[in-house]
């Protein structure tokens, strides 16, 4: 079987094209890290960039890369017309079975739906919907991409979709779905983080992109709070913050001089550096008002951390039937801050089951392997 995988090249993302190999998102990366461990089936990741990019052939025994130079007029502004034309040619030199098109945010799930192969397509984000949350102003990047996706979804065998939430949006759109979360990384589940030292103050993690949706400024707020009641922690704030009005708001707060002696804005960190935060924590608060997944929420408890929660989208499966997280309705500000203090009245006791849950759901090699098994559905019904 033979499986050419469309995804971002995070060197393209970032603009980082000094770099020498490859890196993807947290899904991705760890999907192609379960291929790897299943030794099948043979994967052929395909991304674009706007530069000539140094790449390693092969990423491992199974898996080979390419990458493709398109100029920046053959991204967004064309609808990804130079992104899918080039893809197309490649495609007639691999002859896959099946193509993958992971996200439609960018040009993979285009580039999947027309390249003239058996297609599959996974939901990451949900563009239609942020559009419709966000008022998207017409031409900007979300009131596009909603475009985009809504054409892209009903072109494609079926969707992979990471949540119950996802596959209600997307069902509309295209009847055939399957409920697949997102894998964690290996590392995630390796080296099982040291103890806690009874009777040190709490750290607690908010990770992601300062926006928002994300709502750290509204977070900040909250345990600004539970400051002011007595309770005493560390707030560690992990993540980019766009040089956009939302973000320097929230970094000028942090300046302030009742919250820099306890607040520490670490800013983006590679896997590696996320796991340490993670191992020197107690708990991490994630409180977005919309969500298709939550993989730090599951990468936290896989970690052992305890986890307050918004209960919206994909968060509510990825807490379900575990007692280490705590979902809390995303309106429910006051009902956050009583939960986070009863804790640590409580003396923040450490999640005592939450890691092999995060195991039996999530390992990369059980979500490849679920993968493998619904390609061959597609190529049989074909």
């Known amino acids: 079987m033979k499986i050419a995988i469309f995804t971002t090249d995070s060197r393209e993302h970032f603009r980082e094209y000094q770099k020498e190999a490859p890196y993807f998102g947290a899904a991705p990366a760890a999907l192609l890290e379960g291929f790897d461990r299943l030794g099948e089936p043979e994967i052929h990741v395909i991304s674009c960039a706007q ?24 991204w967004l502004r ?68 909603a475009r985009l996706e809504n054409f892209a979804l009903p072109r494609t065998a079926g969707v992979f979709c990471n949540s119950a939430y996802t596959q209600a949006l997307v069902k509309p759109r295209n009847p055939k ?36 949706r994300k709502r750290q400024q509204e977070l900040l707020e909250c345990f600004r709070k539970l400051r002011l009641d007595g309770c005493q922690f560390q707030v560690r704030w992990i993540g980019q913050c766009p040089d956009d009005p939302y973000g320097k708001k929230f970094l000028e707060a942090l300046v302030d001089s009742s919250l820099s002696d306890w607040n520490f804005f670490v800013g983006p960190l590679d ?33 052992g951390l305890k986890v307050f929660s918004s209960e919206v989208g994909g968060l509510k499966e990825i807490c379900a039937g575990s007692t280490d997280a705590v979902l809390i309705p995303p309106e429910g500000w006051t009902s956050l801050r009583k939960a986070i203090a009863n804790w640590i009245q409580l003396g923040c006791p450490p999640p005592q089951e939450s890691p092999q849950i995060m195991q039996a759901r999530y390992h990369p090699k059980v979500i490849a392997r679920r993968h493998v098994e619904i390609y061959r559905e597609v190529m049989a019904s074909r």
Request: proline share 7%; hydrophobic share 45%.
């Open 51 to 74: 530069a000539s990019l140094s790449s390693p052939h092969k990423l491992a025994q199974n898996i080979w890369f390419h990458s493709h130079y398109v100029p920046k007029r053959g």
């Open 177 to 212: 779905t399957w409920l697949v979360p997102n894998p964690l990384g290996l590392a995630f589940f390796e080296n099982p983080r040291p103890h806690p030292t009874r009777g040190s103050i709490p750290i607690f993690l908010v990770i992601g992109v300062v926006n928002p």
């Open 78 to 145: 064309t609808g990804y017309l130079g992104c899918v034309l080039a893809s197309r040619r490649l495609l007639k030199k691999i002859r896959p079975d099946l193509v993958h098109g992971q996200g439609t945010e960018r040009d993979c799930a285009l580039s999947a739906v027309l390249s003239g192969f058996p297609n599959v397509l996974t939901i990451h984000g949900n563009m239609a919907e942020l559009a419709r949350l966000f008022h998207a102003r017409f031409m900007s990047f979300y009131w596009l991409a």
């Open 271 to 303: 896997q590696a550096g996320l796991i340490r935060e993670m191992d020197a924590a107690s708990a991490l608060v994630h409180f977005p008002f919309e969500e298709s997944f939550g993989l730090v929420a599951a990468e936290a408890l896989a970690r």
